[in-house]
């Protein structure tokens, strides 16, 4: 069995050697989820909710880790609630990735920082491939559009 590096190491900047005048550019695609709006629907109260999900020991169970997750993940609606174990080793792996990632950036600080959430893809989302690259030119001329500014804004 292979496993990617990233597994371990998701933002490999350490073993990048930058030359006098040029930038190290990194790309974080373990970034905070991006917290997609949607309608307003029908509030429920904390006691109804409550209720709903306690008809059982697993509900139970599901409505804590639910809770708990929506606590670390701010609450995005767009998340999938937990429904099996799948789901948790999924949603753990994910917060490991976050850790491991904030980790590289506290040792190296790199010169432009690419942001893309989590949430852009799924593990197995390679069909989406084209949208995904889209995005990410997409998002590094605005990233880029910035720093050009941030740079500017310094010189001034």
């Not at 109260?45 to 606590?71: D, F, G, Q, Y």
Request: hydrophobic residues 40%; without cysteine; positive net charge.
């Amino acid at each position: 069995m292979l496993v990617d590096g990233g597994v371990v190491n998701p933002l490999p900047m350490e073993h990048v050697a930058v030359p006098k005048g040029n930038l190290l550019v990194a790309v974080n695609v373990n970034a905070p989820h991006k917290v997609k709006t949607k309608p307003a629907k029908k509030e429920t109260t904390p006691e109804e909710t409550n209720e709903a999900a306690a008809e059982s020991v697993i509900e139970k169970a599901k409505h804590l880790i639910n809770k708990k997750w929506n606590s670390m993940t701010s609450g995005d609606p767009e998340r999938t609630p937990v429904s099996g174990i799948f789901t948790i080793v999924h949603n753990s792996f994910e917060l490991m990735q976050h850790k491991l990632t904030l980790n590289a950036l506290e040792k190296q600080t790199p010169d432009i920082l690419l942001n893309i959430p989590v949430n852009a893809a799924d593990t197995f989302d390679f069909y989406r491939a084209k949208e995904l690259i889209t995005l990410g030119y997409k998002e590094m001329k605005a990233e880029l559009a910035r720093s050009e500014k941030q740079r500017r804004l310094k010189q001034a």
